[in-house]
């Protein structure tokens, strides 16, 4: 990891695609990640895979099967009249 977390920071399973969600709070051992539609969830340190540009990529395979649910849920209430 090339950068400290901070709150506020985007998290993303794949740099480059759209964020997961937002770091809310961060501890030496967790981060707690708040995702739309969903809430927060605690993310342990293992499963950050690097920290860039005040981005946090995580490893999808170290991640709760709830959060991973989550995720997949994050744009569902979206316009997609006004998306791109």
């Keep these: 990891m090339t950068e400290k977390i901070e709150t506020g920071y985007m998290a993303f399973l794949v740099d480059g695609k759209d964020g997961i969600g937002a770091i809310r709070e961060v501890t030496p051992t967790s981060l707690v990640l708040y995702v739309e539609n969903a ?46």
Excluded: C, N, T, Y
């Design 39 to 84: 809430g927060e969830f605690v993310v342990p340190r293992a499963a950050v895979e690097d920290v860039h540009s005040q981005k946090v990529l995580l490893k999808p395979d170290l991640l709760d099967k709830r959060l991973l649910a989550a995720i997949g849920h994050v744009h569902d209430s979206e316009d997609p009249k006004l998306v791109g």
